[in-house]
């Protein structure tokens, strides 16, 4: 029974379930971009490439019949706007902190009567070192 208390106590923190709906959304965001490179850019970046070779999809593009160029570039193209997409998030993530921390208000000044009780203080320090 302990395991499972623990397994429990362990899941249910915050970073774990903040990290799994971390993956979730990735997941999701990675059949976004997919299709986007997929469907959208690599047809418009490739098409002379592919025109050229008289193919019609970016799968066929192979060299020596084996290799499969077309996939790699797909794939490449696909990690380019995923860590352009992350860089995009961190950086306005940083520019939100950013803003928060600068908008933060200084601490009100102390009181007079604290501001006064503080100059006596030091006076009488000042006055007898040896007293106080």
């Not at 429990?8 to 976004?32: E, H, S």
């Not at 939100?96 to 501001?115: H, L, S």
């Amino acid at each position: 029974m302990a395991f499972f208390a623990d397994f429990k106590k362990f899941a249910m923190r915050g970073n774990v379930i903040d990290l799994a709906v971390g993956v979730i959304i990735g997941a999701a965001f990675q059949k976004i971009v997919s299709s986007l490179t997929d469907d959208i850019i690599t047809p418009a970046i490739l098409k002379p490439v592919l025109d050229a070779a008289h193919l019609n999809k970016l799968e066929d593009l192979k060299i020596f019949g084996q290799l499969k160029v077309g996939v790699f570039l797909s794939a490449t193209l696909n990690f380019f706007i995923v860590a352009l997409a992350l860089y995009l998030i961190i950086k306005l993530v940083h520019r939100e902190k950013k803003k928060e921390e600068t908008g933060q208000a200084p601490p009100p000044p102390p009181p007079a009567d604290v501001v006064l009780l503080t100059e006596i203080r030091d006076l009488l320090k000042t006055q007898n070192p040896k007293q106080l």
